[in-house]
């Protein structure tokens, strides 16, 4: 009787370590949104020297958490349920009385968005977890004398195994793991388009033509049409509309409809190209547009984005060139004793030289922030060498090929924008500019330029 109570003892204490030292290899912390399950039954038979059956049953029932669809490693918070990433390496159906214990996948951040209301997933930098399977827990007693009883416990997690080994004397169990091993990648990353319905918040595009549908093969996750008027429905979170000129500034309803069409987005761009003489806004007029531009908007809790000057030189076209802009802040200062509001500065720059245009970006940034504007950038408007298509067919090529990659990872240039989208060359705001159109006008195919941008 008293060997049966040491025995039965034991068995209570095998119980108690299995319980504590499972856990370990479920490799998620149980949450209070997990489920959980019981672990079979585990069995084994005990027997004396005279082969008399003592136990034959050993009640080790182990609760680990339950994989709940949709539930991110270690917390509570839920994924979307339209969201569904695709996870490389999955696992082969777990069978029903195991149990599989996985995390959900890790996107990394890329600035990559999906379009509202599309369901594709995401096929770049998905990184997935490793899925965790219980495969077999195997109990082996061993009774060498009466006293103390030794058992066993094997546990096998995918290939990685486990060993439990406890003793009714009071010795802390000893683990011993086995980890599995892990296959590296051999997959050599491309640069492949964006998917349709995927689209990149940083890359934008000038519609020139209001051809709705070019915005995602091109994987634009905004647009701008130098106006107000919402000309895509379908994707009126990607437009910024534009404050053009004073005359939509001193237009009530316009300046109304222009605030009223950038709450979707949260942005609204300044004037175009100010300082030439077809705009023919002086600095004072500029600023005090802007005053009504400011109060209009920032009650609405819309962003503003500053008027984007031409590039040249002062004297080149127009009396200012590109210091328009500083010239319109020292107005407004003079006016209302403090600064023009921005949350962003813009500017357009054509050129066929990348170094050029990397120097004159960075001068202007250099520039802002010597007046106290430490914002982001906006290239609302940027090329090569547009001009001259007939005689220079790939004038763009340099550009497109290291000043968009450098304006993409650029930290102090959150948005750029390609003009534009499509160019016939025989538009009298752009003659002889087809080599910049990103789209055939005829076919309605991207153009090699196109699809290049595509992929950015």
């Not at 209070?32 to 029932?61: E, F, G, R, Y």
């Not at 094997?154 to 086995?178: G, Q, R, W």
């Amino acid at each position: 009787m008293i060997k049966n109570s040491r025995f039965i003892f034991t068995l209570i204490l095998f119980g108690a370590v299995l319980l504590n030292c499972a856990q370990p290899f479920a490799k998620t912390e149980p949450t209070s949104s997990m489920k959980k399950i019981l672990l079979p039954t585990l069995t084994a038979t005990l027997t004396q020297a005279d082969d008399t059956v003592l136990i034959n049953t050993v009640s080790a029932k182990t609760a680990i958490p339950e994989k709940i669809a949709g539930t991110s490693q270690g917390t509570d918070t839920p994924v979307a349920e339209n969201s569904q990433p695709t996870v490389a390496n999955s696992p082969s159906p777990v069978p029903s009385e195991t149990q599989a214990i996985e995390s959900s996948p890790t996107v990394e951040k890329a600035k990559i968005m999906a379009n509202p209301g599309a369901t594709a997933t995401p096929d770049n930098k998905v990184a997935s977890a490793p899925t965790a399977t219980i495969a077999s827990i195997s109990t082996t007693p061993t009774i060498t004398t009466a006293t103390p009883i030794t058992v066993a416990t094997t546990i096998a997690v995918n290939s990685a195994t486990a060993t439990i080994t406890s003793t009714n004397s009071p010795v802390s169990p000893t683990i011993t793991h086995t980890p599995a091993p892990v296959a590296e990648s051999t997959a050599t990353p491309t640069a492949t388009p964006i998917p349709q319905g995927h689209f990149n918040p940083n890359k934008g595009v000038l519609l020139s033509y209001r051809n709705c549908e070019d915005l995602d093969p091109l994987g634009a996750g905004w647009y701008f049409t130098n106006d107000i008027n919402v000309d895509c429905p379908a994707f009126k979170e990607r437009f910024v509309p534009r404050i053009y000129g004073l005359g939509q500034v001193n237009d009530e309803n316009a300046l109304k409809t222009a605030i009223n069409n950038a709450k979707a987005s949260g942005w609204l761009l300044g004037y175009v190209e100010p300082n030439l003489l077809h705009q023919n806004i002086t600095p004072i007029e500029g600023a005090k547009g802007w005053r009504k531009i400011e109060q209009a908007a920032l009650s609405a809790g819309i962003k503003l984005a500053s008027p984007s000057v031409s590039q040249h030189d002062p004297g080149y076209f127009d009396p200012l060139g590109y210091t328009w802009i500083w010239k319109m802040v020292e107005e407004y200062q003079n006016l209302y004793g403090e600064k023009p509001h921005f949350d962003a500065m813009s500017w357009n720059y054509y050129n066929s030289s990348p170094q050029a245009t990397k120097d004159y970006l960075t001068a202007r940034h250099d520039e802002a922030k010597s007046h106290g504007y430490n914002v982001p950038f906006w290239v609302t408007e940027y090329a090569g060498k547009c001009w001259d298509s007939d005689k220079f067919p790939t004038g763009n090529d340099n550009i497109m090929n290291e000043i968009t990659p450098w304006l993409e990872s650029n930290p102090w240039i959150d948005r750029y924008a390609w003009f534009a989208n499509r160019v016939k060359g025989t538009e009298p705001w752009a003659k002889n500019h087809q080599s910049c159109s990103l789209f055939d006008p005829n076919s309605g195919k991207l153009t090699s330029l196109g699809n290049r941008y595509a992929k950015y």
